[in-house]
């Protein structure tokens, strides 16, 4: 039998999944769950760039911040999709 090691790794095919999803939200839910989704991505790569920061180079240093940068406009971005219906919701916290 087989470990469990971790996170299922995500597919192009997701992509299609959560952007079919987001464009159709035929349940109230919908928005929540892709805007859910797109944050633990982000959150997960942040982990990964976090994990590497004791690496002392220049280059590894402006890759990282580079990454960063990435990540923090992705978050803009996620952040921009948010329906006020879940912004005024106060079990949605984003």
């Known amino acids: 039998?087989?470990?469990?090691?971790?996170a299922v790794r995500w597919t192009p095919y997701m992509?299609?999944?959560?952007s079919v999803l987001w464009e159709m939200r035929e349940a109230p839910l919908?928005?929540?769950?892709v805007i859910q989704v797109k944050l633990q991505l982000i959150a997960e790569e942040a982990i990964k760039v976090s994990r590497s920061v004791g690496e002392a180079t220049d280059q590894h240093r402006m890759l990282q911040h580079m990454q960063i940068k990435l990540l923090r406009n992705r978050l803009s971005e996620v952040k921009a999709m948010i329906p006020p219906e879940l912004m005024n919701d106060s079990k949605f916290v984003p």
Do not use: V
């Open 30 to 33: 919908d928005s929540s769950l």
């Open 15 to 18: 992509d299609d999944c959560i």
């Open 1 to 6: 039998m087989r470990k469990f090691e971790g």
